[in-house]
């Protein structure tokens, strides 16, 4: 697979890590690759691909103190195991006895500041050496691992902070929506919508999207059920800024906006809710 090609799937973790192993496995014969994350109490697993044998589900958990993924964590680089029924550091563990043998590779993946994420790792039912070409991809694959992560964080807090929401007065808050609502920006808007009523005990939340340089029928399905969802909270949401292409874009849609008080800008939007706003001379 070419690099740029492989490269353009990796918009988040989930999509980096999905690549990553299919691009494993065909240079790697193991029997099982997996991504693993842990809270040092439980490991989960993230991402698997298994060929011949099911040996691991996503979702999957184990006691973190259980696991070959522990192993590998403590050991700080790449653990390999050729036969887990004859190392001492696996062969009383429980997922040893019930593989009944076979072989382990292992790498952290940290973040940037040392703290542990989880493991790439490799698990077969059958003992095998693991060349140093496999150790180098897998080293290679924790990096950028790594990389994709540092990129979501990031992305994390630019989102948060693309999504203020303004207190105006006990129980009023404004939410003046900037750039495209796409479908991971429009979940975590939905998230901060849901935690920040919450926290400032709302009544009433204006969305101005004046700001927005366009928005699609999808996007607008999205204005509509942060609305809709506030509505069931007891709290009512008022819809300001929607410019003319928008209107029409959800009149030719057919999407409803029964029910949604929409109003033309902020003052109007304020002044319905019994606020003005007055200029200091």
């Known amino acids: 697979m070419?690099?740029?090609?492989?490269?353009?799937?990796?918009?988040?973790?989930?999509?980096?890590?999905?690549?990553?192993?299919?691009?494993?496995?065909?240079?790697?014969d193991v029997?099982?690759?997996?991504?693993?994350?842990?809270?040092?109490?439980?490991?989960?697993?993230?991402?698997?691909?298994?060929?011949?044998?099911?040996?691991?589900e996503e979702g999957e958990e184990l006691p973190y103190e259980k696991t070959f993924c522990k192993l590998a964590v403590d050991h700080r680089d790449t653990l390999v195991i050729p036969d887990i029924s004859m190392d001492d550091r696996s062969k009383y563990l429980e997922v040893t006895k019930r593989l009944q043998g076979g072989s382990f590779i292992g790498v952290p993946i940290n973040f940037t500041d040392g703290t542990n994420y989880g493991t790439i790792c490799g698990l077969d039912l059958k003992p095998q050496q693991f060349i140093e070409e496999h150790v180098y991809m897998f080293e290679t694959m924790a990096s950028l691992l790594s990389y994709v992560l540092e990129l979501d964080r990031a992305n994390r807090q630019i989102q948060q902070l693309s999504v203020p929401i303004v207190p105006v007065v006990d129980g009023v808050a404004v939410l003046p929506l900037l750039g495209d609502i796409e479908e991971t920006r429009a979940q975590h808007i939905l998230e901060t919508i849901l935690q920040e009523s919450y926290r400032l005990s709302l009544?009433?939340?204006?969305?101005?999207?004046?700001?927005?340089?366009?928005?699609?029928?999808?996007?607008?399905?999205?204005?509509?059920s942060y609305a809709q969802t506030l509505r069931l909270l007891g709290i009512s949401a008022v819809l300001t800024g929607i410019k003319q292409d928008l209107a029409l874009s959800a009149i030719q849609s057919n999407i409803s906006f029964k029910d949604i008080t929409i109003r033309k800008d902020l003052p109007q939007a304020l002044a319905h809710l019994g606020l003005t706003f007055t200029k200091n001379e």
């Open 2 to 28: 070419p690099r740029q090609q492989l490269l353009k799937q990796f918009r988040n973790f989930h999509d980096a890590s999905t690549s990553i192993l299919n691009m494993m496995s065909q240079f790697i």
């Open 203 to 224: 009544s009433h939340l204006v969305i101005d999207v004046s700001g927005t340089k366009s928005l699609n029928e999808q996007s607008i399905q999205y204005l509509v």
């Open 31 to 56: 029997n099982t690759l997996f991504i693993a994350k842990n809270d040092q109490n439980t490991n989960q697993i993230v991402k698997v691909l298994n060929h011949d044998e099911h040996l691991l």
